[in-house]
């Protein structure tokens, strides 16, 4: 099954980075990366020990429901270019050992019995799974240790 990887779209981060509110309605706060596991959800690369980065509230949804999870994320504080939709997996997920995915409907809720961790190794084959039930229009990586969104898996 063809899908693509996809980090947040450029508009919200770029309403981050100028400071305006979070889906919290609050502004993302200014923190100092310590390069040690602060990925930026829009040019989906670890923000570098020392630099700027935002602590946000992210809705990773196009409206509020109640399966539209809001929970926190990193983004880098100055613009950064976003990253390609691709079908490769982007590198800064290679070095995980594992994600949590969760498959959505095309109404936006959770498909129970979706969710699991899988190693690295598996992913692309428990996303082939997924998308092989008609019923799944996208899915979610998070952290399988935070369910912090990382990024979102779309049919081609």
């Given at each position: 099954?063809p899908?693509?990887?996809a980090?947040i779209?450029t ?6 980075q ?7 309605g609050?502004?993302p ?5 310590d390069?040690?596991g602060?990925?930026c959800?829009?040019?989906?690369r670890d ?12 809705r990773p949804f196009?409206a509020?429901q ?6 926190p994320?990193f ?5 950064c ?7 490769a ?6 070095e995980?050992a594992?994600?949590?995915i969760?498959g959505y409907g095309?109404?936006?809720?959770i498909?129970?019995?979706s ?9 692309s084959?428990?996303l082939d799974?997924l ?5 799944i229009?996208y899915?979610h990586?998070?952290?399988a240790?935070?369910n912090c969104?990382?990024?979102?898996v779309e049919r081609?």
């Open positions: 099954m899908y693509h990887f980090a779209d508009e919200t981060a770029r309403r981050a100028r400071g305006e509110p979070d889906a919290n609050q502004v706060e200014l923190q100092t990366s390069g040690n602060n990925p959800r829009h040019c989906l923000i570098p020990e020392g630099a700027g980065m935002l602590v946000m509230a992210h196009p509020p109640p399966y539209a999870e809001i929970g994320i983004l880098c504080a100055e613009a270019p976003r990253h390609p939709d691709q079908a997996l982007p590198a800064l997920f290679q995980y594992q994600i949590l969760r095309y109404n936006d809720r498909r129970y019995g969710g699991k961790v899988v190693t690295i190794d598996a992913l084959p428990a799974a998308f092989a039930d008609d019923t229009a899915i990586m998070r952290s240790t935070n969104f990382q990024c979102r081609c």
